[in-house]
């Protein structure tokens, strides 16, 4: 029987532009240490704010990756 096992961390990216951004900053940074990255669930997406601004756009992203048996 064939089975797959995924791990799953929770990790938050940040960016000056977007929080669109900052998720594909997060899978990017995440993939250079993490292998066989298959999927990300965008989570909660906040913000901080210098002189009525937003200055920092962040998400927080599950990455899930497979297992390798050994």
Known sequence: ????????????G????SWADAADSAVE???????N???VQV????AS???GKISTY???V???FGVESA
């Open 1 to 12: 029987m064939d089975q797959t096992v995924a791990k799953v961390i929770e990790i938050v």
């Open 14 to 17: 940040s960016s000056k532009k």
């Open 29 to 35: 940074v995440a993939s250079q240490s993490i292998k």
């Open 37 to 39: 990255i298959t999927g």
């Open 43 to 46: 989570g909660a997406m906040t």
């Open 49 to 51: 704010v210098r002189d």
């Open 58 to 60: 962040k998400t927080t």
């Open 62 to 64: 599950k990455i899930a």
